[in-house]
Nanobody, 116 residues
């Protein structure tokens, strides 16, 4: 069974940086895009960023452009999220998501906490 495993979360002060990683436990064929979402306490899960399977196209939530960067290592079925200039409102559980033509895979989430 395929699992997505996130890492890199933790506690950081406002203005700091974190780099999240998400790797698939086994190779997934037919990936169309890899994405990050987040869910803050009491809020719905929201889109953060997405990168195409070729790595040449990326989209971001408007509010995060310029601070977050998504990248990937397609050979390793791994996606990254570089988060800079973090703010307390970025505190959330961050989930990775791999999309194929048939289904979407989700990771278990990694906690990011930004202190003021």
């Amino acid at each position: 069974q395929v699992r997505l495993v996130e890492s890199g979360g933790g506690l950081v002060q406002a203005g700091g940086s974190l780099r999240l990683s998400c790797a698939a436990s086994t190779r997934i064929l037919g990936i169309r895009a890899m994405a990050w979402y987040r869910q803050a306490p009491g809020k719905e899960r929201e889109f953060v960023a997405e990168i195409s399977s070729t790595g040449d196209s990326a989209n971001y939530a408007d509010s995060l452009k310029g601070r977050f960067t998504v990248s990937s290592d397609n050979a390793k079925n791994t996606v990254f999220l570089q988060m800079n200039s973090l703010k307390p409102e970025d505190t959330a559980v961050y989930y990775c998501n791999f999309k194929t033509g048939f289904r979407a895979y989700w990771g278990q989430g990694t906690q990011v906490t930004v202190s003021s």
